[in-house]
């Protein structure tokens, strides 16, 4: 009789439909929690982007020509192993508003593959070398002239040579003519569950 209560098979059925009811709203709640888990990743990528952006902006605004496509300074500088151009560094001098000695300033990607490591870093000619923003994979600086000529590596390292070909510090005088300078940033999740 009914008025006893339900049947074994009925509560066997009303469980199944419960269960599989159960597991469709789980299914789809999963991706969900996987956006919620990725939105602070992607804030973190902008933050990081960001400071980058703001970095490298700044100081190629406040440098004084010519700006270089290579590592120069007082420890690994390019020039003295014969290097002058490199797609993913770049040097600039400025002067300080006081008028102080002329600060140098590059910055570099470095990768460091075994420890899973890149990072866009800086240089300040001396002593000082410096992560500014982890996880960045790929930097490239682009230079270009008047009316946005494209000025490549070849026209960048050939010469003429300013002082002269036999001077220490001398640079390609096309340096010079750059009025523009591309950069591509790109930064990655530091999760490596999100890349």
């Not at 709203?25 to 804030?43: C, S, V």
């Not at 420890?75 to 290097?83: A, C, K, Y």
């Not at 494209?150 to 040579?161: C, I, K, M, Y």
Request: overall charge negative; aromatic content about 8%; charged content about 20%.
């Amino acid at each position: 009789s009914h008025d006893d209560g339900f049947t074994l098979t009925e509560l066997l059925v009303v469980m199944a439909i419960t269960l599989s009811l159960m597991s469709a709203l789980f299914g789809l709640a999963q991706p969900a929690q996987g956006i919620f888990d990725a939105q602070p990743e992607l804030a973190d990528m902008h933050q990081r982007l960001r400071v980058g952006v703001d970095v490298l902006a700044h100081d190629l605004l406040m440098a004084n020509p010519p700006v270089m496509p290579y590592r120069i300074g007082q420890r690994q500088s390019d020039p003295e192993r014969g290097v002058f151009f490199r797609p993913d560094t770049i040097s600039v001098l400025s002067v300080p508003w006081d008028g102080a000695t002329v600060e140098s300033h590059t910055y570099y990607l470095r990768r460091d593959q075994a420890a899973g490591e890149f990072q866009l870093r800086h240089y300040d000619g001396a002593s000082t070398d410096r992560p500014v923003v982890d996880h960045v994979v790929h930097l490239n600086f682009e230079y270009f002239g008047a009316g946005q000529v494209s000025l490549g590596q070849a026209r960048l390292e050939d010469g003429p040579w300013y002082p002269d070909i036999t001077d220490s510090h001398r640079f390609d005088a096309d340096l010079l003519n750059i009025r523009l300078v591309r950069v591509t940033i790109r930064v990655q999740a530091a999760s490596a569950a999100l890349r």
